[in-house]
DNA sequence: AGGAAGTGGACAGCGTCACTATCGGATAAC
DNA sequence: GTTATCCGATAGTGACGCTGTCCACTTCCT
């Protein structure tokens, strides 16, 4: 265990605790009950670990539902994809307010016309009008404009997302590039898109010349 | 407080709570220490303040950071739309190893190519480099191709971004609302994301007929 | 053979965070 | 004049993600 400490940086203490918590599988009892083999896999499953919650921001929790869906064999690809958001979400109360009728409406209709076909009711759904809905309850609908273009990006996005997966031989690891796809890509992408904020603002606004 | 409360559907225990912190200023003492008059301003406030923490999940402390700087006159629009990441985000330990001095230099390069022009290491920057890192940390360079999509993607994203911020006329709600599109839009991109992904999922694997 | 050092496991404790419950004095409403 | 409400301060709560301590056991070194 102090290997696999030193292989990864994670502190002892944190490996037993995810142990306890069923995010790091045993390792193998060998002569005695106080002496476990760790090999590769337990340093790829805890730089795994580490990374979704350390960069990805998951919650422990969400991070064992995740890992819970891409051991199980059951699970087929395309549902471990979605299931790093759908986990990481809270279980979403249904809100039931007039704003929330309409940021519906608005959401289905972007992927009535880009012609999504979509399992009924997928929890980013609920998540996209959540935004929708509070957007629009702090600036009214000056940022209406923006859900389709996004919905576009997103969309070349998921392509690319998928082109990446679908490259990837062995199947073991495919799932775990799905999954780090989705969570880091998520974090990614949100630093571009400050970064080009930047850009574009300081294009439009330009700084006074020192 | 109480009619604040019932407005907003905030506890009034909540309310107490961000006036402590800061993120409420203090009603209008009317004629005794014990009588506070609040205004349509708190109830907009405030619902900005419940919509970054619950939506666009920021901490308290960022919440504030961020606030702090809108109410700051001095602070320009250019800076402002850029706050709320770098408030959001740690401070950045600023680590050194081969795999973040790789990602830098991608991170550069997709700058470079792009024509970015940027202010010298800007929280983004980190932001995105630490991503990347962890994305080769776990699955080897098989993410490789996602950055340069992602970046294109950014920048039409953040063109809708600063288009829209624009067109608001009202100096004082344009603040608010690139806040807003900054922190939201981030949350309704990443559940558009996985919508397309599911699309596309479906779309090339298609599901057994029932 | 003997002692120091290391190992894995159980369990309790800690620090942070975002609230929440209680109290007390003062005022407003009737 | 009594009752109800209000505001502010302070202490407490529960969840989360570790972390510290202890113990029986084993391994290594001499």
Do not use: C
Request: net charge negative; glycine share 6%.
């Amino acid at each position: 265990m102090a290997e696999l400490s030193r292989a990864t940086g994670v502190p002892v203490a944190t490996i037993k605790y995810y142990l306890r918590e069923g995010l790091l599988p045993r390792g193998e009892v060998t002569t005695s009950p106080n002496q476990a083999q760790y090999g590769e896999e337990h340093v790829r499953r805890l730089t795994l670990v580490r990374s979704l919650v350390e960069v990805g921001g998951l919650s422990i929790a969400a991070v064992r539902a995740v890992l819970g869906a891409i051991d199980d064999p059951a699970v087929p690809l395309h549902d471990t994809l979605g299931l790093t958001i759908d986990a990481a979400d809270a279980p979403a109360p249904a809100v039931d307010d007039p704003l929330h009728a309409a940021a519906a409406e608005r959401i289905d209709a972007i992927v009535a016309e880009r012609g999504w076909r979509l399992s009924p009711d997928p929890p980013a759904r609920r998540a996209a009008i959540d935004a929708l809905a509070t957007m629009h309850r702090v600036t009214g609908d000056r940022l209406a404009g923006l859900a389709p273009v996004y919905a576009e990006a997103a969309e070349r996005i998921a392509e690319a997302d998928l082109d990446t997966v679908t490259a990837v031989e062995a199947p073991e690891t495919r799932v775990e590039t799905a999954l780090v796809g989705t969570v880091l890509g998520e974090r990614l992408l949100a630093a571009l898109r400050r970064l080009a904020q930047e850009h574009v603002s300081a294009q439009r606004f330009p700084p006074p010349p020192t």
